[in-house]
């Protein structure tokens, strides 16, 4: 879960934020090429598909030459000729049965393409994901992010595994029926002149149309997951404030014009495809017209035979069955290209996260940090999220190695903020932190944050066992680490009082065991780390208050050789921090141990004395 800021009205106007709404004809060309670049990786799948192509159109482009002369054997002047119309069926069936045979195999091979092709586009996102900024996912819906990985990449599947095949099918298809035609009657192409314009004019001034539609319609789903997702996680909140109608209410608006978007998305798309059939049949019935006329004047000697207007009945029944193979292509390109405008929104927004600026890269000279003693200084740190607003407004701190630093305030003060900043999740706008005297934008951030262990109010487990998710903090410690680290954090005896001990599985986010029982595991789980600085955020804020006697105890021995840094609302947990920081409106105010706070009777005394009387 986000710390709260997919919501946070500092992120709305965001200017860097681009504009999902608009795909344009050059744009289209960069996803068409990029998509068509994740094929040629597969090139030798992809060569056998265009072979398999080939064999199975070319196959199926005879099987009406066959047939037009079986037709032509039955009219001869001098009889039906038997052997010749049974030695054309005969191959004709043979043709269209090898067709079939090779289309089948051609359609097993393109699933095989694309699974490979999306395998390697959602590993390729998701290994993105994990290298992008904090600042990305507290701009971002966790929810929309899951519909990219999941619905948009499977609509780029689909797209792949069947209309490239139509799309190569067709092309073959339509350039092999024009050339039998040719061959066959070249007056009777003229038909085809007036129609296939239209067809194509009418095709892009539809596709215009359907194209921002279909990008609304990715855009909607993905805002009612990101809705579902977050209702879902509150679920508990939303009871026990009785919001359920009112939630209901607003997810069946949401639903509704995801409902709207789709229906008008499949609603103009699914429109082309019917009114580019009617020219294509318009043309064929004109086609059947106009061979007939030349089939009459052929019969009557005025045609001769030498003469290109002349016509058999074979002919014309080859050139309408051509024709077809001509026109159904296109028909069907029509339909697909409805899908392709699908696919080519889902892979955009793919390709919007994959094409996502990492961190700020480490500078040239950055290095890893030696063996760290824990000093950590902030000198004259400004930082804002936005320009407009400043969050922390010159803060200086100083914690030498082995000391805690308490860090107290009202809510939006800007403790988390420094916590972001020590992380380096972001970089200061104004001053700098060191950490043992080493500017930490000069430090490689990997070596920075395995300096650091942090223990959040929010606890983080996955499914796994609860021995898997301790050692999550030292992958490499060994059962009895793992024991005493439990143990430390006053779990190990509820851990093995379970059937299964330590190889208990815990469900997603660790749903099947309290929340305090959770908090106790991350805790056992920050123990187990050998990191030399430690950062808790209410760290305790989900136990009860004799519990949380002995996890303070445990905290403070280990706690004892390790820069620690505090983020606390129950004051009665850092009394014995050797610093307290009272943050207000982004500036320290108070600064100093839990007795020297008080006696100066300011807002700590207030806060305290507020919480024990």
Known sequence: MNRGFNRDPRFENNPNKRDETKLDRKTTGKILKRLFGYVMKEWPLFICALILTFLSNQLSLLGPRF?????????????????????NV?????CYA???????????????????????????????????????????????????????????????????????????????????????????????????????????YRSKKVRPLTRKRSRMLGELNGYAEEMISGCRTIQGYHREEEIGKRFDKKNEEAMDAYYNAEFYGAALGPSVNF?????????????????????????????????????????????????GPINEFANILHEFQSAFSAAERVFRVIDEGPETPDSTDAKALPTVSGKVELKNVTFGYTPEKTILKNVSVCAKPGKTIAIVGPTGAGKTTIINLLMRFYDVNDGAIYVDGHEIRDIKRNSLRHAY??????????????????????ENATFEEVKAAAKAARIDSYIERLPDGYNTILSDEGVNISKGQRQLITIARAILSDSPMLIMDEATS???????????EALN?????????????????????????????????????????????????????SQFT
Not at 570 to 598: F, P, Y
Request: glycine share 6%; aromatic share 12%; charged share 15%.
């Open 67 to 87: 047939s037009g002369e079986a037709i032509d054997a039955i009219a001869a002047e001098g009889g039906v000729q038997f052997d010749l119309v049974w030695e």
């Open 90 to 94: 005969t191959r004709m069936l043979i």
């Open 98 to 204: 090898c067709s079939a045979v090779a289309a089948y195999f051609l359609a097993i091979l393109m699933i095989r393409l694309s699974q490979r092709i999306v395998y390697k586009m959602r590993k390729q996102l998701f290994e993105k994901l994990t290298s992008l900024p904090v600042n990305y996912f507290d701009t971002h819906a966790t929810g929309d992010i899951i519909s990219r990985i999941s619905y948009d990449v499977d609509t780029v599947n689909a797209s792949l595994s069947h209309d490239l095949v139509q799309v190569m099918t067709s092309v073959y298809t339509v350039v092999g029926s024009l050339i039998f035609m040719w061959q066959i009657s070249k007056p009777m192409i003229l038909v085809f002149v007036i129609t296939v314009p239209i067809s194509i004019i009418f095709t892009r």
């Open 279 to 327: 020219i294509n049949n318009l043309s064929i019935s004109l086609v059947m017209i106009f061979g007939g006329i030349l089939y009459m004047y052929s019969q009557s000697g005025i045609v001769k035979e030498a003469s290109i207007f002349f016509i058999t009945l074979g002919g014309i029944a080859k050139f309408v069955q051509y024709s077809r193979k001509f026109a």
């Open 453 to 474: 262990t942090m223990v959040l109010q929010d606890t983080w487990l996955f499914h796994g066992t609860i021995y898997d998710n301790i050692v999550y903090g030292k």
């Open 542 to 552: 989900n136990v009860d208050s004799r519990t949380e006697i002995k996890i303070q």
């Open 557 to 609: 021995e280990l706690m004892a050789s390790r820069t620690c840094f505090i983020i606390a609302h129950r004051l009665s947990t850092i009394q014995n921090a050797d610093t307290i920081l009272v943050l207000q409106n982004g500036e320290i105010t108070e600064q100093g141990n839990h007795e020297e706070l008080m006696r100066k009777g300011g807002f700590y005394s207030t806060l305290y004395n």
